[in-house]
């Protein structure tokens, strides 16, 4: 599985738009970029997840360059609500023979008035 | 529709007993994984459980065990608690594997304490 690297805090103002980038410079042809969030006391929550260029929900957009080595989670306009630990996984296609997710230490994110 | 299922909430525990977790899953879901988060630690894969077998283990000790009942709810078994098993443990769930990929729904988890 590839390894990810993200930063491993951020501050942001209320109102702001956040770009939390990760780098998964070994990423296979069949793998995914999934970003989940967490909060204190509390089980990880699925953001969003894709493959290559521009994803976007109603939560958050992924971009992904061509070379899929990295990739950008942007948050827009956050609130003290987003305030969180924001996780980059990549995962095989078919999630994997093992079945496992694979969570670094992940971006804290604080969100300040 | 109902999201995951963990209890109790809290479980305290002292050191040398035996701790049993539980987990139902969304309804649908035959994958159920169990994970542990230590305090100011990330979450550590610990067993992965589809239609009744156990698929995958992470670096975890034999006294950490569990398994799937029919129904797809699971259970999770801590033997001989030491006091480092002082956690967080989450449960997931998620459809049948091979079709989707990354996307597994999360309980509020068991805070587990040893004395």
């Known amino acids: 599985l590839a390894k990810t690297t993200q930063p491993i805090s951020m501050d942001s103002y209320e109102g702001q738009e956040v770009n939390i980038t990760c780098s998964h410079n070994?990423?296979?042809?069949?793998?995914?970029i999934t970003w989940y969030q967490q909060f204190p006391s509390q089980g990880p929550r699925f953001i969003i997840q894709g493959y290559k260029t521009k994803v976007t929900n109603e939560v958050a957009s992924l971009f992904i360059p061509a070379d899929r080595k990295s990739s950008t989670l942007s948050l827009p306009r956050v609130s003290l609500s987003d305030t969180a630990v924001y996780y980059c996984?990549?995962?095989?296609?078919?999630?994997?023979?093992?079945?496992?997710?694979?969570f670094g230490k992940g971006t804290k994110l604080s969100v300040k008035p | 529709e109902a999201g995951v299922t963990q209890s109790p909430t809290h479980l305290i525990k002292t050191r040398g007993q035996q701790a049993t977790l539980r987990c139902s899953p969304i309804s649908g879901h035959t994958s159920v994984y169990w994970y542990q988060q230590a305090l100011g630690l990330g979450l550590q894969f610990l067993l992965w459980?589809?239609?009744?077998?156990?698929?995958n283990r992470g670096n975890f000790p034999p006294r950490f065990s569990g398994r799937q009942f029919p129904n797809y709810s699971s259970e999770l078994n801590v033997n001989a608690l030491e006091l480092e098993d002082s956690a967080l443990y989450l449960c997931?769930?998620?459809?049948?594997?091979?079709?989707?990929?990354?996307?597994?729904?999360f309980g509020p988890g068991t805070r587990l304490t040893v004395t």
């Open positions: 996984l990549v995962v095989p296609y078919y999630g994997g023979s093992q079945g496992n997710l694979i």
């Open positions: 459980y589809d239609e009744g077998e156990e698929r």
């Open positions: 070994n990423i296979a042809t069949n793998d995914y």
């Open positions: 997931a769930s998620s459809p049948t594997p091979g079709q989707g990929s990354g996307e597994q729904y």
